[in-house]
């Protein structure tokens, strides 16, 4: 049964996330604190981790960035705020999706299984790009040689422009293939290219092989 | 009667007020030059009309003088005419002298030895007239023309006139030239307060430029202060309340799936009550996201160049519908400076009330209009809405009466409230229609909507 890690402060949500995602068919288990989430993640890793950000103590961006230093585990926020910032902030530490309070139970496991996914059916074979190194086959990126270490989330998305090489997809055409939304928050897309441009590009602030195409989207190029 | 603005107000009241001044200084000039023309003319004509009684007097110092003669010997030039009354008859220059345009009045002073001036009207002309007694049955009259005294009077009349109209004309442009500057700050503050209406709070007067208007600029600003500060109040208590139901709505949305999953498993009254649980967390759901937006749609739309027929096509696909809806009208684009956010929102709540109520939509038209709005179009092949709910169905948590009737519980009555705010905050309105052919239209118009 796939684990759920589930990080929340607040004792009644966190019982009925629990019951629910079992109900689902989830093995789930729920911690109170960051800190505990930090611990219970190292010594029984779960599949996945749902965190809220308004935790006691650590909060759940810190939280976020130390789970994401040794392990690619797809990470779902769930917070009942929707500011931009906070969401900006939780992507760039390294969550995978966000979700709002309250969730639909359906829909949270159907983000998780679309965040399950490493590669794509039928993916097309390595794919080098300069310096750049893509197989989907054997769920690698490398980089000068060197291979990076992407999540999944990042993967999925590197694939998918890799599949697409020198085409132009859509915030919304990625958003749709990569997290499985028809319609949805394109800071999404935007914050984890920027996060990949930090592992695979030599100057990320001048992109060379994945470039933005203002107003359109986002290319990867030779 | 509508009252007149202040500028033109402003206006006449220079122009009247330089009419009057000027009106007042051609007189008193006129009177005073017609006063000291006059009398410097009638001295002339005193002096002139004595100097020539004495000539007739030493003429007439004969035993037979000819009277004619004497007078004819006067050098009076055209301007004057002698007259002589001399024992009851009248003597001129030629001999069929007419009786004297003399008055009475003055010929009964000259009789009694006194000497006269008088101004009478001889064919028309204004004349001078001068009596001079010679003895007790002679007295000497003397006619000077005023002709050219009157003309030059009159040429200056009419200039006088003309200057003063040309007075009156200068005040008033004087008025609007100043009026134009004193109605400036007005403008500066209306101009603000119409950036402050269409969402931008920033907007602030410059309290420097003038010191005489710092008060008011002072004032409007703080007024503005206080406004924003009560609508960021306001949205921040919306954006609280709605923050803090949302996390006991996830305890309620996780458990309601958890009765929902099992409902097979209860007897029938339970299964309908988990439904109704489950329904009614997802309503209420959806009733928070609506408020939480409608809190947010006080801040202005952030434009960008949004491909709206892509964006139709794609939200008619969220919502389970053909994207062969979508169209866009020939000779339009579709290529629009609007808030994609807000749009989407536009677009997603008018389907789905289509589909709540109006049976779902036929069509989603988008065209352009000039100058430069952007038109969107849905139609549904429902009732259509009456006409005494046009304008209240936009209201918040309102329901048109086919709505309620037909009992479409399921909307949250903000949907077309937040459709109507998001036209809003792009300076846009939207409206209800009959289709023609049966359903209703609703059309949202966003201006300044073309690159």
């Known amino acids: 049964m796939t684990a759920v890690l589930v990080i929340e402060d607040d004792d009644r949500i966190r019982l009925a996330l629990l019951l629910a995602l079992e109900e689902e068919g989830y093995r789930a288990y729920g911690v109170a604190t960051a800190e505990e989430g930090l611990r219970r993640q190292r010594s029984d890793p779960a599949e996945y981790v749902l965190i809220d950000l308004m935790l006691p103590g650590m909060d759940g961006f810190e939280c976020i960035r130390q789970l994401r230093r040794d392990d690619d585990v797809p990470i779902v926020v769930i917070s009942a705020r929707d500011d931009t910032h906070d969401i900006v902030a939780a992507l760039e530490a390294g969550a995978d999706d966000y979700v709002v309070k309250p969730v639909a139970i359906k829909e949270l496991s159907a983000r998780l299984r679309a965040l399950r996914r490493r590669g794509r059916a039928g993916a097309v074979s390595s794919q080098v790009f300069g310096d750049l190194e893509v197989s989907p086959e054997a769920g690698e990126v490398r980089h000068g040689g060197q291979v990076v270490p992407v999540t999944r989330t990042e993967f999925r998305l590197l694939c998918e422009l890799a599949e697409h090489a020198g085409r132009v997809l859509s915030r919304r055409q990625l958003l749709q293939r990569v997290w499985g939304y028809e319609t949805g928050d394109e800071r999404l897309v935007d914050v984890h290219v920027g996060r990949l441009r930090q592992k695979i590009e030599e100057d990320p602030a001048n992109p060379r092989h994945l470039v933005t195409l203002r107003g359109l989207g986002y290319k990867l190029q030779r | ?451």
């Open chain 2, 1 to 451: 009667m509508t009252r007149l603005g202040l500028r033109a107000r402003v206006t006449a009241g220079f122009a009247i007020g330089a009419l009057l001044l000027a009106a007042s200084m051609a007189l008193f000039s006129y009177d005073l030059t017609r006063r000291s023309l006059l009398e410097e003319r009638e001295r002339t004509a005193v002096r002139a009309a004595y100097f020539d009684a004495a000539v007739v007097r030493s003429g007439l110092d004969t035993d037979a003088p000819n009277v004619v003669e004497v007078l004819r010997s006067l050098d009076t030039g055209s301007s004057r005419r002698p007259l002589l009354h001399r024992d009851g008859r009248w003597y001129g220059r030629t001999a069929e002298t007419d009786a004297s345009p003399v008055p009475d009045a003055l010929q009964r002073l000259v009789r009694g030895g006194e000497a006269g001036v008088q101004r009478i009207t001889v064919a028309g002309q204004p004349t001078l007239l001068v009596g001079v007694p010679l003895s007790d049955t002679t007295s000497y009259y003397e006619l000077t023309s005023l002709r050219e005294v009157a003309q030059t009077l009159q040429v200056l009349a009419l200039t006088l006139t003309a200057v003063a109209i040309m007075t009156a004309g200068s005040g008033a442009a004087l008025g609007w030239y100043a009026t134009r500057h004193s109605v400036r700050p007005l403008t500066a503050v209306a101009d603000a307060a119409e950036r402050i209406a269409a969402g931008d709070y920033t907007t602030r007067l410059d309290t420097t430029t003038d010191p005489d208007l710092t008060r008011l600029s002072t004032s409007f600003n703080r007024m503005v202060d206080e406004l924003v500060e009560r609508i960021e109040r306001d949205r921040r208590f919306a954006a609280d309340v709605s923050h803090e139901l949302r996390s006991p709505l996830q305890t309620l949305a996780a458990a309601a799936s958890v009765l929902t999953r099992r409902s097979e498993r209860h007897d029938d009254r339970t299964a309908t009550a988990a439904r109704l649980v489950a329904e009614e967390v997802s309503r209420f759901q959806r009733l928070v996201d609506d408020l939480i937006e409608l809190a947010r749609t006080e801040q202005p739309a952030q434009r960008e160049l949004v491909d709206v027929a892509t964006l139709a096509r794609e939200t008619c696909r969220a919502r389970g519908l053909p994207d062969g809806l979508v169209s866009v009208v020939a000779g339009s684009t579709a290529e629009w400076l609007v808030d994609r956010r807000r749009v989407e929102q536009i677009l997603l709540n008018l389907l789905d009330n289509a589909i709540r109520y109006g049976g779902g939509p036929v069509a989603v038209r988008l065209s352009t209009r000039p100058p430069d709005t952007g038109v969107l179009e849905v139609d549904d092949a429902g009732p259509g809405v009456s006409a005494a709910d046009r304008e209240v169905i936009f209201d918040r948590f309102v329901r048109g009466r086919a709505a309620r009737s037909r009992a479409g519980t399921d909307g949250t009555g903000l949907g077309l409230a937040l459709v109507a705010q998001h036209a809003a905050a792009h300076g846009g309105r939207a409206g209800v229609d009959d289709r023609p052919g049966g359903g209703a239209r609703f059309r949202v118009e966003l201006p300044e909507a073309l690159p």
